[in-house]
């Protein structure tokens, strides 16, 4: 399974931006589907995951801003973000797991830097 996440890129606080992880390979074995993020000088922490049955799952700082969802026939991955902030300026990470909650693969990240 190899991912491709885009999307990124430099947006005022209060706007918003569409993140994409595109899938290729068998997603047969993939029961989650999650994305990260690391900001400068921090952990990198989990955003929302999403299974595949469409249960969803946020961290606290973006609940209620943040949306994550799927396209299985485009074998997709959205995180659409709202009402962004200076402090969710990170590179986003896509990933997959098959078993747990250790990913068993990453997407490259992109570059979210939100202005104040």
């Known amino acids: 399974v190899q991912l491709q996440a885009s999307g990124g890129g430099l947006v005022q606080a209060g706007g918003s931006l569409r993140l994409s992880c595109a899938a290729s390979g068998s997603m047969f074995s993939i029961n989650v589907m999650t994305w990260y993020r690391q900001a400068p000088g921090k952990q990198r922490e989990v955003v929302a995951t999403i299974t595949r049955v469409g249960s969803t799952n946020y961290a606290d700082s973006v609940k209620g801003r943040f949306t994550i969802s799927r396209d299985d026939a485009k074998n997709t991955v959205y995180l659409q973000m709202n009402s962004l902030k200076p402090e969710d300026t990170a590179v986003y990470y896509c990933?997959?797991?098959?078993?747990?909650?250790?990913?068993?693969?990453w997407g490259q990240g992109t570059l979210v830097t939100v202005s104040s």
């Open positions: 990933a997959a797991v098959r078993v747990g909650v250790t990913p068993s693969y």
